[in-house]
């Protein structure tokens, strides 16, 4: 995991979180031992995907003009389940905190305006539980509505930036990332088609 900052001119508004290069994984798993016996088969396939040389690679987390690489074979087989969750909060105006645990940093968005900390603090509550407990009420946001983005490294009470955006970006950006994420396992035969339908469609509620 590496932290980008580069000189040339950057968009103030960019916000990226995408599927970048092969990324050759630092040892190899047992894959015939698998995971842990409660896996579902979605769970499964997902790990065995996610966790296969062949199909790491880079991801591309990016608010503003700070970026940080990452890959599938790390975080992102911890942060996939939650993502459908986060889109639905972003789109029902609640914060949001998406840990990455390997690389140690949070991306944090959030209604403009809200302290980041309500964001941090609700982090227990809010997946993968919360909306299945009723315990976070979401109501639609207009069409041009904001959020605020940011990336906060562990360790470090600040934030090292922060980017206002509409709403409808940051959701087709993080829908964009784990359709192609899940579409790449359905053609590795990792998965089914209708399995990651299924799990596409609980980010529409």
Not at 72 to 86: K, N
Not at 117 to 128: G, L, T
């Amino acid at each position: 995991m590496s932290d980008v900052q580069t000189d040339e001119p950057i968009s103030a508004d960019r916000f990226v979180f995408a599927i970048g290069d092969p990324c050759p994984f630092p040892f190899c798993l047992d894959l015939r031992r698998g995971p842990l016996a409660e896996l579902g088969p979605f769970e499964y396939g997902m790990w065995v995907f996610t966790q296969d040389q062949a199909h790491n690679r880079s991801v591309t987390v990016a608010v503003g003009g700070l970026e940080r690489t990452i890959e599938v074979a790390a975080d992102i087989e911890l942060v996939y389940p939650d993502l459908p969750c986060a889109i639905r909060c972003i789109a029902g105006g609640a914060a949001v905190r998406v840990l990455f645990w390997i690389s140690r940093f949070d991306l944090i968005v959030a209604p403009p305006g809200t302290p980041w900390e309500q964001a941090f603090d609700a982090d227990d509550e809010m997946f993968p539980n919360s909306l299945a407990e009723g315990k976070l009420t979401l109501t639609p946001q207009p069409v041009d509505a904001l959020v605020e983005c940011s990336i906060r490294k562990w360790g470090n009470d600040d934030l090292l930036t922060r980017v206002t955006l509409p709403a409808t970006q940051v959701i087709a950006t993080l829908r964009a990332f784990l359709n192609d994420l899940i579409e790449r396992a359905v053609a590795a035969g990792a998965i089914g088609a209708a399995a990651a339908a299924a799990f596409l469609a609980q980010a529409d509620g």
